[in-house]
């Protein structure tokens, strides 16, 4: 069975631009989540779709936003680029309850 | 969810068992305890996870005390390859959401 895939893999942007990432899960879960990793913060949720609809959301501003696909793929858009945003995006999908897997993660770079 | 304490780091000599430990004083009795490894640069990988009883599975034991309130993580015979940061997180299995909460982890290092 084919893993979660992340496109793209690496990303470099300019302050103030919007970016979108992409997720495609396991085939058969219907369970996406987003996921932020910087050096500082560590490993942080941002949100969760599950049957195109969100499901659960972190503490993140409303630049970061996303949506799932009737086909369980998932995007997630951020708006107005700052430094900060700069991290590793992880995406992992679920059957539900139990364990998720990880994607390898898009590294966004703002400069 | 409950929250859990790791130590930050430790060392362990390959081909010996490597025997991480975690604290979760706080654990409800619906809450489960799940292990997640991250290799460095690459994606969280799900090693086990467990209620009460103790877990094997191909990659590690998990060992949950009698009260629930510690756990440890048991990997038996370390290679090189198992160095990466080892989380322990508390969390409901429900349908009603999958968020984890990740806090800083153990690093395993993993010496020939």
């Known amino acids: 069975k084919a893993g979660v895939t992340q496109t793209p893999r690496y990303l470099i942007k300019t302050r103030g631009q919007q970016v979108t990432l992409s997720c495609s899960p396991i085939?058969?879960?219907?369970?996406v989540s987003w996921y932020q990793q910087t050096p500082g913060q560590g490993l942080q949720f941002l949100f969760e779709?599950?049957?195109?609809?969100?499901?659960n959301k972190g503490n993140f501003p409303g630049r970061f936003s996303g949506r799932q696909f009737s086909n369980s793929r998932s995007e997630m858009n951020v708006s107005t680029l700052e430094l900060g945003d700069s991290a590793l995006y992880l995406c992992?999908?679920?059957?539900?309850?139990?364990?998720?897997?990880f994607g390898p993660g898009t590294r966004l770079t703002v400069t | 969810d409950a929250k859990t304490t790791q130590p930050p780091s430790m060392d362990c000599a390959e081909g010996r068992a490597a025997n991480l430990p975690c604290n979760h004083s706080?654990?409800?009795?619906?809450?489960?305890v799940y292990w997640y490894r991250q290799i460095h640069s690459q994606g969280p990988q799900y090693i086990i996870h467990?209620?009460?009883n103790n877990e094997t599975n191909e990659m590690a034991s998990l060992i949950i005390t009698e009260d629930r309130k510690s756990s440890t993580l048991i990997l038996p015979h370390a290679t090189l390859r198992d160095t990466a940061v080892y989380y322990c997180?508390?969390?409901?299995?429900?349908?009603?959401?999958?968020?984890?909460?990740f806090g800083g982890g153990t690093r395993l290092m993993v010496k020939p």
């Open positions: 467990g209620l009460k």
């Open positions: 779709y599950f049957s195109e609809t969100q499901r």
């Open positions: 085939s058969g879960h219907r369970s």
């Open positions: 706080t654990i409800s009795g619906n809450e489960y």
């Open positions: 997180i508390v969390r409901v299995a429900r349908n009603a959401g999958n968020m984890l909460t």
């Open positions: 992992a999908s679920s059957l539900d309850r139990y364990e998720q897997y």
